[in-house]
């Protein structure tokens, strides 16, 4: 059996990433920094506000100060909350996984999203008493793809449970820089093509479709199988 389960949350629970990509135009194009959804899909999912803010602004040369930084995040923020706070769509499955799963095992969530973006949606999905633990971007110094998130995350939940391991936790991810920052803490990925195709996501121990009918009640040493 798996020690711990941890979810990430944009492209595993909601697909909240037009959100996010709206509320960065919202505030980047009358900088004259907007960019198109192609772009985004490209170089930005799996990246925190910060990297992300970043990256826009090296990319077009421009510098970008800690002051700056920090209120175009703020903006962002109110922007994205504005965006969802009319309601969002679960993916197929992962609501039932999550409750099924959070009565036997440790669960955690792991999201590159502050957690003022997180904590809104999931209160609108049912879900915010389900996690034992949370780590968001605003708690890490370095977010994914680095294996700051995931190392936290495994941290926390042995508080609570000694018994939790690195090597025998799950996290379950949609983009390479989620594997990337699980995988760099020693834990194995169950990937989703929620939002790459299998190709991009092979660095993951396995990779499923969907996660309606996933059933993690096997070894951990066996891929999660779906019914």
């Excluded at 492209?11 to 009358?30: M, N, R, S, W």
């Excluded at 100060?65 to 679960?90: C, H, N, Q």
């Excluded at 609501?95 to 003022?116: K, M």
């Excluded at 799950?170 to 390479?176: G, M, Q, S, Y």
Aim: with cysteine; glycine share 6%.
């Amino acid at each position: 059996m798996f020690s711990a389960v941890i979810f990430d949350f944009d492209g595993i629970i909601v697909d909240t990433e037009p959100a996010h990509y709206e509320a960065f135009q919202k505030v980047l194009a009358p900088l004259g920094l907007g960019f198109p959804w192609q772009d985004y899909l490209d170089g930005f999912l799996g990246l925190d506000d910060r990297d992300a803010f970043r990256k826009v602004f090296r990319i077009e040369g421009r510098p970008l100060y800690d002051a700056e930084l920090d209120d175009l995040i703020r903006l962002k923020g109110l922007a994205f909350t504005d965006m969802v706070s009319a309601g969002v769509t679960p993916y197929p499955g992962v609501v039932e996984l999550i409750r099924a799963l959070s009565v036997r095992l440790p669960v955690a969530l792991c999201s590159g999203a502050r957690r003022s973006d997180v904590v809104p949606v999931l209160a609108l999905l049912g879900l915010a008493g389900s996690f034992d633990a949370m780590v968001t971007a605003d708690e890490v110094a370095a977010s994914k793809p680095d294996p700051e998130s995931y190392r936290t995350a495994v941290a926390r939940l042995r508080k609570i449970f000694p018994a939790v391991d690195a090597s025998t936790t799950l996290a379950i991810e949609d983009t390479p820089a989620g594997i990337a920052s699980a995988t760099g803490a020693g834990v194995k990925v169950l990937a989703v093509t929620n939002s790459y195709p299998r190709e991009r996501l092979v660095e993951a121990t396995w990779i499923v479709d969907s996660l309606c009918s996933v059933d993690l009640s096997s070894s951990s040493d066996a891929p999660p199988a779906c019914a």
